[in-house]
């Protein structure tokens, strides 16, 4: 019942450097999204996808890229890190239609220094 | 979206009822109220929702003002474990089904 896998738990990075965060979910769900939390802070959505091929902003999607090639996967994209990007990143899915909820996976705890 | 407004903490005594009120006084027609939960910094659980009618699951009771302005999440019987961060949100369906979080409520149960 493996739901929303997000890789790795943990990472640290070096100012500049790039990295891919993965998210794969394994129920069939056609929308998927990211969310970063900062500390002491609610989640805010970097992107969204609502299906194959189809991605959208989310509230501050600047410094992150996406794709979906896939209905399972959702990966997103850190191109030349910077300290503020240091937070919790999460990835959620859900059924595109009606008032189905989200389910979240169990976030990535990324610092860069 | 709609705002909502939640009291920044709360406490409540392990086996006793926790009662979470959520305000949400610009709530539209079409727009429905979630709570969610995040426990130490684990991803958000979904606990449950409603649009107009009182909600219960097996995790917790949702009260709707007739109004709908405003909402109460009732946790009935408050274990250690039920300690977290308590969201409440309203959302539109049928459109790109984002979740806007604010800072939630701190429950604490105490022993």
């Known amino acids: 019942n493996a739901g929303v896998t997000q890789t790795p738990k943990f990472r640290i990075l070096k100012i500049g450097q790039s990295m891919t965060l993965q998210c794969t979910q394994d129920m069939n769900h056609n929308y998927m999204y990211w969310y970063r939390q900062d500390p002491g802070m609610g989640l805010k959505l970097i992107y969204y996808?609502?299906?194959?091929?189809?991605?959208d902003k989310g509230e501050v999607p600047n410094g992150y890229n996406v794709s979906r090639s896939t209905t399972e996967d959702f990966p997103l994209r850190l191109e030349l890190a910077a300290p503020s990007q240091t937070s919790v990143y999460f990835c959620?899915?859900?059924?595109?239609?009606?008032?189905?909820?989200?389910?979240f996976g169990d976030g990535t705890r990324l610092s860069i220094l | 979206d709609a705002k909502t407004t939640q009291p920044p903490s709360m406490d409540c005594a392990e086996g006793r009822a926790a009662n979470l009120p959520c305000n949400h006084s610009t709530i539209s027609g079409n727009e429905y109220v979630y709570w969610y939960r995040q426990i130490h910094s684990q991803g958000p659980q979904y606990i449950i929702h409603g649009l107009k009618n009182n909600e219960t699951n097996e995790m917790a009771s949702l009260i709707i003002t007739e109004d709908r302005k405003s909402s109460t999440l009732i946790l009935p019987h408050a274990t250690l474990r039920d300690t977290a961060v308590y969201y409440c949100i309203v959302r539109v369906v049928g459109g790109s089904e984002k979740l806007v979080f604010g800072k939630g409520t701190k429950l604490t149960v105490n022993p």
């Open positions: 959620a899915s859900s059924y595109s239609q009606g008032d189905q909820p989200q389910h």
């Open positions: 996808s609502v299906g194959a091929g189809i991605t």
